[in-house]
C-alpha cells in the first residue's frame, strides 16, 4: 500500500501525524519501525524507564505505554472501519489511559514484548486487508477516517513520540 491518505481522509489534528510518515508501503514502514524502535526500547536500563525530562511528564515508560494503547485503539478502528462497520467510535483520554495503566509499576522488557506484540497483530490485520477495504470511511471520536489514514496515523503517532523521546528523554 503505497498510496497515502489524502486530507479528505482524516480531520485536521491527524495532519501532524501523518504529515511525519515518509513514501513507501506503509505496511513495510510499520514493520520497519518495529525493528528499529524495539532496538532503542531494549537498550533502556529500567532505571531510565522512569526519567521524566520534566516535572507533570510521562516517564519514558509511559510514553512506551502510550505508544502501545495508542496503536491498540487505533488498529481496533481501523479493524471496525475496514470492516465497514458504520458506529461512530468514541475517542480516550490519553492522561486518564496512562495514570491508569501505572506503566512505571511494570517491567520494562514486559512493555517492550508488549510493543512488539501489538505491532505484529497491526502488521498482520493490514497484511490482510483486501484492497477495497483501505478507502473505507468512517467516524472516531467526531472525525471522519478511512482504514488507509489510520495505517498512517499509526506510523506518525509513533514517529512524533520517537523523535521527543530521543531530543528530551536520550538527548
Known amino acids: 500500500m503505497n498510496e497515502r491518505p489524502t486530507k479528505e481522509e482524516y480531520g485536521l489534528y491527524y495532519e501532524q501525524y501523518i504529515s511525519l510518515v515518509p513514501e513507501g508501503d506503509i505496511r513495510e514502514l510499520l514493520a520497519q519501525a518495529l525493528e528499529e524502535n524495539t532496538a532503542v526500547w531494549s537498550a533502556l536500563s529500567e532505571e531510565k524507564g522512569l526519567f521524566r525530562y520534566a516535572s507533570g511528564k510521562w516517564s519514558v ?21 475496514g470492516r465497514g462497520d458504520p458506529t461512530m467510535l468514541s475517542g480516550f483520554d490519553q492522561d486518564a489511559y496512562v495514570q491508569g495503566a501505572a506503566f512505571d509499576a511494570v517491567p520494562l522488557a514486559q512493555l517492550v514484548e508488549e510493543y512488539t506484540v501489538v505491532r505484529r497483530a497491526t502488521l498482520l490485520l493490514l497484511k490482510g486487508l483486501p484492497e477495497e477495504a483501505w478507502s473505507r470511511a ?20 509513533e514517529r512524533h513520540h520517537m523523535r521527543i523521546l530521543k531530543e528530551r528523554y536520550l538527548g
Open 61 to 81: 515508560k509511559e510514553v512506551l505505554g502510550h505508544l502501545i494503547d495508542g496503536e491498540r485503539i487505533m488498529s481496533y478502528r481501523l479493524l471496525r472501519i
Open 138 to 157: 468512517g467516524s472516531a471520536n467526531n472525525s471522519v477516517l478511512t482504514t488507509r489514514a489510520l495505517a498512517y496515523i499509526i506510523a506518525g503517532h
